[in-house]
């Protein structure tokens, strides 16, 4: 027999480990990848973006950026091919909290099952701008396969969307009066005139629960409620507000209002 050489045993031994280092690899990527999210103390944060007339996409992308040191956020988005279909929902299954940017879709059953549980779980939810017919269509009934929610403004925001005001309206911004020392309007000066280029939504009135922290006025017209917060009925807490153009989120209200309420959100 020939001696065995002892450089030779090493070779092979590492041969070994890099054969089995890569079968793990290929048979387990998946699961290192829920371990690498799981040893991520950052709240898990999971924005739904599907609407075309605000583009959100690009503002809450830039928007997670800047906070990406405090959170960890997953963006589903439309299926480019079915646009009533989301890509990526069962990240919903690890979220802390869920962001809605959607503008009515009438989602796959199962889809809109998924969102549903996790509102019911009582976990938080933001909504923006369309979140309040997100899943709704006007007067029309869902197609085979699909569902709606239609009081899902009700039930999740206490909200009560009907229209808005003309385009063409400016919208004065002010803070209300029992929201002065709220921590949602951290960094905003309820002394300075802010305004919005954003239609004003028809909203009046809104759910018991809900509590105004901000107020949008068009010429001639009541004030409405711009942004509040909402006790669910599942004991779940939501904030929304109907700002949300490429501009609010240049502006110094709204960005302020996401970060503090991405803060009020996640804490117990």
């Known amino acids: 027999m020939c001696p065995v050489n002892g450089a030779m045993i090493m070779v092979h031994v590492r041969l070994l480990w ?4 890569l079968l793990c690899a290929t048979r387990h990527g998946k699961a290192d990848e829920v371990l690498s999210a799981q040893q991520d103390n950052r709240p898990h944060v999971v924005m739904l973006i599907a609407e075309r007339e605000y583009e959100t996409m690009q503002s809450l992308k830039r928007f997670a950026k800047d906070q990406q040191k405090a959170y960890r956020f997953t963006i589903v988005a439309e299926d480019s091919n079915d646009r ?10 690890t979220a802390d909290l869920m ?10 059953t199962d889809q809109l099952a998924l969102i549903r549980k996790f509102v019911l779980q009582g976990k938080p939810v933001i909504g923006i701008r369309t979140a309040s017919h997100a899943f709704s269509l006007r007067e029309q009934k869902p197609p085979s396969g699909r569902a709606d929610w239609q009081n899902f403004d009700q039930q999740v925001f206490g909200g ?43 909203v009046s009135p809104l759910m018991k629960g809900a509590n105004v922290v901000m107020w949008g006025q068009v010429e001639g017209h ?31 209200v709204l960005p302020a209002l996401l ?6 959100g996640v804490s117990k």
């Open 222 to 252: 009541p004030v409405e409620p711009i942004a509040w917060t909402y006790r669910r009925n599942d004991g779940g807490r939501s904030f929304y507000t109907s700002l949300g153009n490429a501009e609010d989120f240049r502006g110094r």
């Open 160 to 202: 009560n969307y009907t229209n808005h005001h003309g385009n063409n309206l400016q919208v004065k911004l002010s803070v209300a009066d029992v929201g002065l020392n709220d921590p949602l309007l951290k960094g905003i000066d309820a002394g300075r005139n802010y305004a919005s280029s954003s239609s004003l939504y028809r």
């Open 84 to 93: 009533n279909r989301l890509i990526g929902l069962d990240s919903l299954r």
């Open 259 to 264: 970060e503090n309420a991405l803060v009020w």
């Open 18 to 21: 890099l054969v089995l280092s």
């Open 99 to 108: 962001l809605v940017s959607v503008r009515r879709r009438t989602l796959p």
